[in-house]
């Protein structure tokens, strides 16, 4: 028993050095954002110093060099309207592809399948080509394009709950009166809602850390969060290291917060996504 | 009810639809189309047959190199994600303190995006460098374990969430009867816990083997493919192959298909392989 708990000990210190060591990256770039930017690459371990501490220095240099504040905000509209747009018609179809059984429902519920395996470079070129000649390079046009690649998935996962739904639930209230929309908003959406969550945070995680489809279609105009970042290291000639450790911090820290926030939602979704997929 | 529903078309199936064919399936198309030809903007394809293809692998070394790198690297990661996730999943079952603390701490890296994280472990990793006087652009070989390292930090925390969850659903009692018939915990983990958790290592295997094949993000923020091209992934020599040089676009394109295939072939092999090793409680 004694051997028990002292084993118990072990493991628990261990996993503190760990969690620690995980920590670690992080911690060490949030010390340097404060550090003059010559001083990070000669010695990012050191802790900044009266003589090279440079306050919110970095911080303001970069959120200008960034624009980070409407970088914010393109990547948190496109982010949202994305993912509203997934959850609500992809639902929606989900339930139309699972009701509605013939050959073309079919063939497109697996289409939808395929298209989860197909890696973005397949489709890149030609979809950002189709994408300017629709005039859709623009943070509204980009929530359609989302949509459409962020359907497979969704479908997937939504298809998969649906059929789990008694069929007789939805024909009572047909029976009493209500039409499919009504049925659906109000007997199958509110059912579908966990998979909503799995499907909404899935699909937000992706989107807002999403670098090359925005960066093909809208990057001159309209730069996203990680777009801005790798313009502010690419191009020309020195980069400012200091600027460059600021805005990773102010990027990690929506998502910690986020993170913190809806962590059970998170962690369960994560979950329920990969059983699923 | 289904033939009042089928009415309803253009509202719950047209919108996915058209946003489908039009971010997926008419570029996935035209895709496979303008791999035989040869073309710089989408209206001038000229019909080249195989040409492109034939040039994927002998117009220069870049992307024998980059299948050998992904390659190598997928087999890397996967098998070291996989056994660190396992093995801190197994720790954090146990009732150690703060379990749900420390599962918090290890998931978090995973929400941080690709090009952030490339930039952060830049830094970490030529800080170390930098005591030999040479930082990651020096040698494939540092990008190599640096994108490793960074693909460990990322994702051995999603996939010891899902690890934890399939080691929660082993009942108890058929631990327990193992343990009073006289099983060393080896044996226990052997014989019970490693075949019941044969589904979720099914997912994590796939899950890491897709990501790290088609890594493109952390690849060009941590190396870009230097030095030279050396330490450049598949997704990574594909994207240069397309907007580095004009005339390229059709072997771009080329590549593209052929690492759609090889895709495609790996999740298949892996899912029938592991899935014929799952047993049924």
Known sequence: MKSMKLHREIQFWLLVFLALAFLAPIGIVLYNSFKGQFYITDNPFAFPSKETFAGLRNYISGIEKTDFFRAFGYSLFITVGSVAAIVLLCSMTAWYLVRVQNIFTKALYYLFVFSMIVPFQMVMFTMSKIVNLLRLDHPLGL???????????????????????????EEAAMIDGSGPVQTFFQIVFPILRPTAITVAILNAMWIWNDYLLPYLTIGSKYRTIPVAIQYLQGGYGSRDMGALMAMLILSIIPIVIFYLSAQKYIISGVVAGAVKG | MEKTLKKYFPLFLLPTLLAFLIAFLIPFGMGIYLSFTQFTTVTDAQWVGLDNYRRAFTANQDFRNALWFTVKFTIVSVVTVNLFAFLLALFLTQGVRATNLFRTVFFMPNLIGGIVLGYLWQLIINGVLRYWGVDITFSANYGFWGLVVLMNWQMTGYMMIIYIAGLQNIPHALTEAAAIDGASYFQILRHIILPMVMPATTICTFLTLTNSFK?????????????????????????????GRIGYEGVGQAKAVIFFLILALIAFVQLSLTRSKEVSQ
Do not use: H, W
Not at chain 1, 146 to 159: H, R
């Open chain 1, 143 to 169: 929530t359609v394009v989302y949509l459409g690649f962020g359907a497979g998935l969704s479908v997937f996962m939504f298809s998969g709950f649906v059929r789990g739904i008694p069929l007789e639930i």
């Open chain 2, 215 to 243: 890594l493109f993000d952390q690849n060009l923020a941590l190396t870009a493919g230097a030095p030279g091209k050396e330490s450049a992934m598949l997704a990574l020599d594909i994207y240069n192959t397309f907007y």
